[in-house]
């Protein structure tokens, strides 16, 4: 079984840019894709960006297509998301999420708050 790790999280200005980061631990032979997620206060669950565990593929949502970007890094086990130009609907629960292909995901993260203030 795989284990994700979020951080990053954290308290930022309209505008600002945050990094989180999803640490994989322990078996991850299944994991083909890897993926955020976010919750908005109020809101479903809804799918940020994904790349595939090669580090191509790159899936990004129209909400926050040309803001955030994704990043692998291999010798880390370990996925990034980095967003910039951060807005007040940015604010959710970001989740890390890793599975077998799209839409099956295996393992979830514990999540991480991000906060932008307007």
Do not use: H
Not at 6 to 26: D, H, I, K, N
Not at 31 to 50: Q, S, T
Not at 107 to 116: A, I, K, R
């Amino acid at each position: 079984q795989a284990q994700l790790v979020e951080s990053g999280g954290g308290l930022v200005q309209t505008g600002g840019s945050l990094t989180l980061a999803c640490s994989v631990s322990g078996r991850a032979w299944d994991i083909n894709l890897m993926a955020w997620f976010r919750r908005a206060p109020g809101k479903e669950r809804e799918f940020v960006a994904g790349v595939r565990w090669s580090g191509v593929n790159e899936k990004f949502a129209e909400s926050v297509k040309g803001r955030f970007t994704i990043a692998r890094d291999g010798a880390n086990s370990t996925m990034y998301l980095q967003m910039n130009s951060l807005k007040p609907e940015d604010t959710a629960v970001y989740y890390c999420a890793a599975g077998p292909k799209m839409g099956i995901y295996s393992y979830w993260g514990q999540g991480t708050q991000v906060t932008v203030s307007s």
